[in-house]
């Protein structure tokens, strides 16, 4: 079908599989590590995103159910972490083909220093033939630098990396409607409830997917949802097959900068306009300057992530202010020469354009 016909010209892959997918099928790993080492001698070139190790550990560590306590969580990531990479270099080496384990926090990605870092180390495992092994780092990971799940991991390696393809490989055949159809292709920003049922080993539902999906698409990549347990799956996707989800990637894909903004950084708080500042935001014209703002939530600095409200209570979008919470709260509503008076300053843009993204 037309709408697949891009996946057949993918070069560079992300693909994340779930520790769900992974616990329902033991040969799920050495059919992957086929699957990537002989779609690379077609000029292709893979980063893995790989869920599991806590799950492993859980076991390894006789824990009956999976804990709540973070630090018994970062003990079975500990001792689960070793085991999957093993697993993995066990399966590519059968192939040939290096593995390197990259582990990573929201808050190496968070950094803008530390995120280039990780591109550039990325970067040279891919040129050097090996395929990165990704995972948060859930050792050290707390609820303050989660990424949440995987999904949400890959979503942000597919612009790091420059992919054009991501891969959510899971234990359904991609999203079902009501009716518990397959739908072959979601377009536009639609977002949908979690259909899947609680989940005891991995912490990401369809939503989160679709989510994951809908984010690498911004970043200019195609994505798809599919199963794990079908075999020959990521050869299926590459030749244009009819399988999973597809989500198309969008006409006007955002700068790796401006993606960072909108789907890495967290909003420490929020700016709510007026109805002219909303639809002047909305239609690109300017930057937000204090006269559209109605007041603000939370605490923040110059520098720091916002969400930009409108006047219904939906977010515009995300930005990083120019203003802490307290000037932009003394300067709100107020003209230019006012600003100007009051800060000290010519300075009085609240969010910058370049520093802006509008959903």
């Not at 329902?24 to 980063?47: D, I």
């Not at 239609?283 to 605490?299: A, D, M, N, T, W």
Request: net charge positive; glycine share 10%.
């Amino acid at each position: 079908m037309p709408a697949r016909e891009a996946l057949i010209r993918a070069r560079r892959i992300v693909v994340k599989i779930g520790s769900r997918a992974l616990a329902e099928n033991p040969t799920v790993q050495g059919q992957l590590a086929g699957e990537v080492a002989a779609l690379s001698l077609e000029g292709r070139t893979f980063v893995l995103v790989s869920s599991g190790a806590i799950a492993i550990g859980i076991k390894r560590l006789g824990y009956r159910r999976r804990p709540r306590e973070i630090s018994k969580l970062q003990a079975a990531a500990a001792a689960g972490q070793s085991e999957l990479m093993r697993k993995y270099d066990e399966v590519f080496s059968r192939h040939g083909v290096p593995t390197a384990q990259v582990l990573l926090t929201h808050a190496d990605l968070s950094d803008r220093e530390r995120l280039n870092n990780a591109r550039q180390a990325l970067a040279e495992l891919i040129d050097a033939g090996a395929v990165p092994i990704v995972n948060e780092n859930d050792t050290v990971s707390t609820e303050e630098i989660r990424f949440g799940d995987n999904d949400q991991l890959a979503a942000m390696v597919t612009p790091l990396v420059g992919a054009d393809l991501l891969v959510l490989l899971t234990d359904v055949v991609g999203v079902l409607d009501e009716q518990q159809k397959r739908i072959p292709v979601m377009t536009g920003s639609a977002r949908i409830g979690n259909f899947a049922k609680d989940d005891k080993v991995g912490t990401g539902g369809i939503a989160s997917k679709v989510e994951a999906a809908w984010k690498g698409g911004r970043a200019g990549a195609h994505a798809i949802i599919a199963p794990a347990s079908q075999p020959g799956v990521l050869g299926s996707i590459l030749a244009g097959a009819d399988i999973g989800t597809l989500f198309p990637a969008h006409g006007s894909a955002l700068r790796a900068r401006k993606h960072w903004i909108a789907y890495t950084l967290r909003p420490r708080g929020a700016v709510l306009l007026d109805a002219g500042a909303t639809e002047a935001l909305r239609e690109g014209r300017s930057s937000l300057l204090p006269i559209g703002v109605l007041g603000v939530r939370g605490q923040f600095n110059p520098g720091d992530a916002v969400s930009l409200v409108g006047p219904d209570g939906t977010e515009v979008g995300r930005g990083l202010t120019r203003l802490g919470a307290l000037d932009l709260a003394r300067t709100a509503r107020k003209k230019r020469p006012e600003v100007e008076r009051l800060l000290g300053s010519t300075d009085v843009v609240v969010v910058h354009k370049d520093d802006l993204v509008v959903e």
